[in-house]
């Protein structure tokens, strides 16, 4: 089996001259905007369990798996 490993997935933002400026970390809010968008005005509105639904959402770290050229994690393997 192809060993795969995890990759933190970032928004770059570049300068004009294409240099790189910042990365950010994406997480599911970043992913799922609208639906973020809907839990915060909910959360605002004194809605416990959608704040708790919102929090989760920009705690959670977006990952893609990619061929990992040292071999050393496994795609099934959770660290």
Do not use: C, H, S
């Not at 919102?54 to 994690?73: R, S």
């Amino acid at each position: 089996m192809k060993k795969k490993k995890k990759k933190a997935m970032f928004k770059t933002i570049y300068d004009d001259d294409g240099n790189i400026i910042e990365e950010i970390p994406m997480t599911a809010a970043d992913d799922d905007w609208i639906r973020a968008g809907r839990l915060r005005k909910k959360a605002e509105a004194g809605d416990k369990e959608a704040a708790k639904k919102l929090k989760e959402m920009e705690n959670t770290q977006m990952i893609e798996w990619v061929d990992d050229d040292d071999g050393d994690e496994d795609m099934d393997a959770e660290k």
